[in-house]
């Protein structure tokens, strides 16, 4: 690990320290377990996890509709 400085309110830092006592956890631990929890929403997203999200997304389209089609529509275009 390394070691990094931060500047905190005075707010901040007791409510750290606050949470800290009641959950046992040193306040190191919580902040780390806060920047990544903030670093996971900002992550890169694998393949497989966009594809499941988009899944049936064109379900309602005409069974003729294929990726194939769409590429072979682009491919007019240009």
Known sequence: MLRTQVYLTEYEKKALSAISAKSGKKQS??????????????????????????????ADRDESFTAESLRNEWDRKM
């Open 29 to 58: 631990e919580l902040i780390r377990e806060a920047i990544d929890n903030f670093i996971s929403k900002f992550r890169c997203e694998k393949r497989e996890d966009i594809f499941d999200r988009l899944s049936g997304m064109w």
